[in-house]
């Protein structure tokens, strides 16, 4: 299973735009720079209050304008089947769910001002698991 990131906005935890709404969009994306590393695909590198719209106007930059990491999942299952004689038969199935064990983050902090800003605090899939099951059919 692959998907792409799923799309965010980086928003101020600061109401610039005096319409009483905590959430404001950013006046430019120049500070913030996309680092390759999934654990945390954003960092800032100049001061947030350089990147808010003047007050008491809105953001230019769009919403949803950045994507999260993307979401890599491989799972195998294994069948083997023995006859005994015509009518009787045994199944063993063995599964691995996420057999590469990836770590497939969720979306990273959006909030300008929180000092966890860029990071992706938490996982959406969960590590290596194993199954395994075994059927006697008569």
Known sequence: QFQTGQPFTVNSIFD?????????????????????????????????S????PLGQDGQVPRNSFRGTNLFVNNVA??????FTERYRLIFR???FNIFNRANFGLPVRFLEFPSFGKSTYT??????LQFALKFSF
């Open 50 to 53: 350089s990147l808010l719209a």
């Open 78 to 83: 294994i069948i083997k089947s023995i006859p």
């Open 16 to 48: 610039v735009n005096l319409d009483g709404n905590l959430t404001d969009r950013l006046n430019s994306t120049n500070g913030i720079v996309a680092t390759g590393d999934r654990s945390q695909p954003f960092r800032l590198t100049a001061a947030a």
């Open 94 to 96: 063995a599964e691995i």
């Open 124 to 129: 959406v899939t969960p590590g290596r698991r």
